[in-house]
């Protein structure tokens, strides 16, 4: 291999370091700005309170069913809680979530899902193996893969709970670790170490991500 076509190759890993480079440069300097550091001691405050993880779950499953942004919900369920007890509300709230919408393109919504992803633009759901590798490798965003799940499979409910139980655990505790130690680093209680730890598992993953999705869609 040359060196031009290992230059090539490198290339498109760019957009994954580059942004995690600077979010690693920044992590290390968030204790400087009070405005941050008081934010998170906020959010954390409220993660005693009687209606926050209520709250949570009813706000996240109005999300998924019309099929919403859920990153910020994903970030402040770390924020609140931790990545551990975080991650599992999260965890177990997204599970849940997922079924309203297996169930309503299943029982009447699978042509109004249809026509808005045509059915060469959808991966083959033969099979739960192949729905868990869809959780496992987000080439189809978690809301949308609920409603592509109840419309084009025949995947029984006990195995689709199952499945997206298990497939979405590695991505929301490695996000929720992710953004724990990136609320450390404003409040001043974790290392740089830990930092570039954080940042290093979340660009090694990517990566990993990115080459799987591709030969996962043209097997698709």
């Known amino acids: 291999m040359t060196l031009?076509?290992?230059?090539?190759?490198?290339?498109?890993?760019?957009?994954?370091?580059?942004?995690i480079v600077v979010v690693a440069f920044l992590a290390t300097r968030l204790e400087e700005f009070p405005a941050v550091r008081a934010a998170?001691?906020?959010?954390?405050?409220?993660?005693?309170?009687?209606?926050?993880?209520?709250?949570?779950?009813?706000?996240?499953a109005v999300f998924t069913i019309f099929i919403l942004p859920l990153g910020l919900f994903?970030?402040?369920?770390?924020?609140i809680w931790g990545w551990k007890v975080g991650g599992a509300i999260e965890l177990v709230t997204c599970t849940l979530s997922a079924i309203p919408p297996f169930m309503l393109a299943r029982r009447g919504?699978?042509?109004?899902?249809?026509?808005?992803?045509?059915r060469k633009n959808v991966p083959v759901l033969d099979s739960v193996f192949a729905l868990f590798l869809l959780r496992l490798v987000p080439i189809v965003p978690y809301v949308a893969l609920n409603y592509l799940a109840g419309a084009t499979t025949r995947v029984r409910m006990r195995d689709y709970v199952?499945?997206?139980?298990?497939?979405?655990l590695?991505?929301?505790?490695?996000?929720?670790?992710?953004?724990?130690t990136m609320a450390g680093a404003?409040?001043?209680?974790?290392?740089?170490?830990?930092?570039?730890?954080?940042?290093?598992?979340?660009?090694?993953v990517a990566i990993l991500v990115r080459f799987t999705a591709k030969r996962i869609a043209r097997r698709a």
């Open 162 to 168: 199952a499945t997206t139980l298990a497939g979405t």
């Open 109 to 118: 919504l699978a042509g109004w899902v249809e026509r808005r992803m045509p």
């Open 40 to 60: 998170v001691e906020t959010m954390r405050a409220g993660a005693g309170e009687w209606w926050a993880v209520p709250l949570f779950v009813l706000l996240y």
């Open 186 to 204: 404003a409040i001043g209680v974790v290392t740089e170490m830990k930092i570039a730890a954080a940042c290093t598992a979340v660009a090694a």
């Open 74 to 79: 994903s970030a402040a369920g770390a924020l």
């Open 4 to 19: 031009r076509e290992r230059v090539r190759g490198f290339l498109p890993l760019l957009p994954i370091i580059i942004p």
């Open 170 to 180: 590695p991505s929301v505790f490695l996000f929720a670790w992710f953004v724990d």
